[in-house]
């Protein structure tokens, strides 16, 4: 039989379950064999005596009891060595046996040495131990009715019948131990799998944090930097020109910019929802984000609401004010704007944002740096959107993003 060890088990692995119930099944063969044991004692001793007296038979059942305790349990434990030398230690000593009494009731115990041979064994070393055993028992006894053909043919029934027994309860006892040992070897490689699968997944979510993160950064710190420093290149040169109101209305800009990149810098790190997101709604966000845009830069942004709004879930809010942001500072910085729309619908089954400006435009086929567009493609993407961008040279930039309700 395959090779089951007698390890300690450890804690959830199938194999070593297995192992276990392996271990468990021990006190079944040791009572097994206890029982036809006892009987073939019995037996033999209610019986008539042989030609050699009842002493040597019992002497050598005794013997047979011996090879079981310091041998045979530890080749049901599966310990190789062991087991190959019980089983040529018990069949010789029951081969004894039949040569000193050929009458003996002995062969009972055929009913336990045999399964002890398939467990203890490989298949091919069970197959070879049964044929022989049977070979030599079946020559034994046809030796001791003196060559008669009249017994030639019942040992040779009860041989076959012996034979056939025999091996079809090794191959089904083979068989469902295989199974169950393959069952548990599949299991365990599955786990395998597993725990790999997880590690990867680990990886891949410090990845994706990572680049949620830069993106983070990207769509709030870098564009309140870039806020401030527009702003104090105003204020410069409104105090140049001597506008001082003009300069100090700048200042404030960049103290109430400053303030709310501190605030977006925190919650960066508590991974809290937008700042422009607390205590407000998407669409209250929304307007004064545009009214940020109008102030900062003279830039006329107007923001509309197409039905009802509903609440859509932190994750979705965060990519439709995420996207609008991105899409404005895009607008501030490269589109040479007077006019920007930003509209919010609420459509049945879907949230539609369009940033609409009348810039520059831009061929949408050329290779542009940067990492705004990206990033607004992938957080579309974790919520099921879908980003469409239009634009043409000298006739504006249209960015429209659909959120699934």
Known sequence: MSQVSADVPEQGVSTAEFRAMWRRQEPFWHGAFAIVWASAVVVTVLDERGPHGLWPSVLLLVAMAVAYATLGVRGIRQQQRAGVAYQVVVWSLLLLIQLVDPGTESWMLYFILYPQMWAMLEVR?????????????????????????????????????????????????????????????????LQATQARLAAVERDRGVQDER???SREIHDTLAQGFTSVVTLTRAADAALARGDVATARERLSLVERTAVDNLAEARLIVAELTPGHLQSRTLVEAMQRLGDAVS??????????????????????????LRTAQEALSNVRRHASAGHVAVSLAYEPERVVLTVCDDGRGFDTGADRGGFGLDGVRARAAQVGGEVDLTSVPGSGTTLRLEVPR
């Open 125 to 189: 070393w069970a197959a070879v131990g049964t044929l022989l055993s049977l070979a030599v028992f079946g020559g034994v006894r046809f030796w001791q009715s003196g060559f008669d053909s009249d017994a030639l043919g019942a040992i040779l029934i009860s041989s076959v019948i012996s034979l056939g027994i025999s091996t079809a309860l090794g191959i089904f006892i083979n068989r469902i131990v295989d199974e169950a040992k393959s069952r548990a070897e599949t299991i365990d490689e």
């Open 211 to 213: 680049e949620r993160i």
């Open 295 to 320: 102030s900062e830069t003279g830039m006329r942004a107007e923001v509309t609401v197409d039905g009802e709004p509903a609440p859509l879930g932190g994750v979705a809010e965060v990519v439709l």
